[in-house]
């Protein structure tokens, strides 16, 4: 029995729809990364260079920068004639700083170049992998003709499992409509996209490690009310079952063998994400403490993104106590027959 049906479907594409957005691909072998920054143009200039080192084809590698119209430090680099020294292309994008980071990774890509292979690499990485876009393009240029795959990228001071760095194929952008969900002001982007490349069962890890710069602060900015941002990401489970449903409709077909296995080899990662134990309010705070950068009650930017995630609640409500009840009684419909067959 599938967790989802056509209405399912039908439901959340049309609200994705609203902002549902796809780019041409004009080289499926060109990589463009999508970089963010803020204040630091010390470390943006080390982003670049070891890109720059560790690149076996520097024409087909587009390093695009997202810097804030505010951002004296970083428009003054940018407007020098710095990138002339390196051999991969570096693109500028200078916009009004938004809402969130995710919203604005979006915004930055569907202004990027229209590379074949995206991949997200924030302004305090160090690439150490030499012939990184090559180890990449030979990943999608070998896997499945469809291209719908996302690349793990480790931190190589973390634990391998952990999905922090990452690079997805154009095909697959283009059919969720945006390069990453743009809801949460911190955290959690990096952790919807894990989750449905495993319900979809097509991440691969790229064996490529980065490694974060020493110099740059060790914590969370934007980070208030990680209680409200942890729950409201555990009720867009909904959201991701269809987005991962919605893929493997366009892999395998729907009505066939393949779409009904994959559907069964999805419902079993939803029980392991559903069974999983939740952090209380008290471990929630200790980690908020821990790890924010902010002293200060919540700027105008953070209370927009709340807002409007509470908003979306509201609107989804429905769908999520639907789907959440659906998935109640297949557990307890499979612990039935589990009993019986004993």
């Keep these: 029995m599938a967790f989802l049906d056509q209405k399912d479907i039908t439901v959340f594409r ?7 957005f796809a780019k041409p691909i004009d ?5 463009t990364i999508l970089c963010p920054t803020r204040g630091r143009p010390d470390q943006l200039r080390k982003v670049a260079a070891s890109l720059d080192d560790m690149s076996n084809e520097k024409s087909l590698v587009d390093l695009c920068v997202m810097v804030d119209d505010d951002d004296e430090a970083t428009l003054t680099l940018v407007n020098s004639d710095w ?3 390196f051999g991969i292309q570096i693109s500028i994008y200078v916009s009004k700083r938004p809402t969130t980071l995710a919203e604005g990774l979006n915004d930055l890509w569907k202004n990027s170049s229209n590379g074949g292979i995206y991949a997200h690499f924030t302004d305090d990485y160090t690439m150490l992998t030499p012939g990184w876009d090559s180890r990449l393009r030979y990943i999608y240029d070998n896997g499945p003709d469809d291209r719908l795959m996302v690349s793990k990228i480790r931190d190589a001071t973390r634990n391998p499992e952990e999905f922090v760095l990452w690079a997805k194929s154009a095909e697959w952008i283009n059919a969720v409509g945006r390069f990453v969900p743009g809801y949460f002001p911190f955290w959690f982007t990096d952790a919807w996209i894990d989750e449905v490349a495993k319900l979809v069962g097509r991440m691969v890890d790229s064996g490529i490690s980065m490694l974060p710069m020493e ?4 914590g969370t900015h934007n980070m208030w009310n990680l209680h409200f941002w942890f729950r409201y990401y555990q009720y867009l489970l909904c959201e991701r079952t269809v987005e991962a449903q919605y893929l493997l409709a366009i892999i395998h077909g729907i009505d ?10 999805m419902e079993q990662v939803l029980e392991e994400i559903d069974g999983k134990e939740p952090f209380t309010i008290d471990q929630l705070r200790r980690m ?6 902010e002293k200060n009650p919540p ?10 995630a509470r908003e979306r609640l509201i609107e ?6 639907r789907q959440a009840a659906k998935r109640a009684l297949i557990y307890k419909n499979k612990a039935f027959q589990q009993v019986a067959s004993e």
């Design 14 to 20: 049309g609200i994705q729809s609203q902002d549902s």
């Design 27 to 31: 080289d499926p072998d060109l990589i």
């Design 83 to 85: 990138t002339k020294q």
């Design 215 to 218: 110099e740059v602060d060790i």
């Design 256 to 265: 066939t063998d393949s779409y009904r296995q994959a559907l069964s080899k």
């Design 288 to 293: 908020e403490n821990f790890n924010t950068l």
């Design 299 to 308: 700027h105008e930017r953070y209370l927009r993104a709340e807002k409007a």
């Design 316 to 321: 989804l409500a429905p769908e999520i106590k």
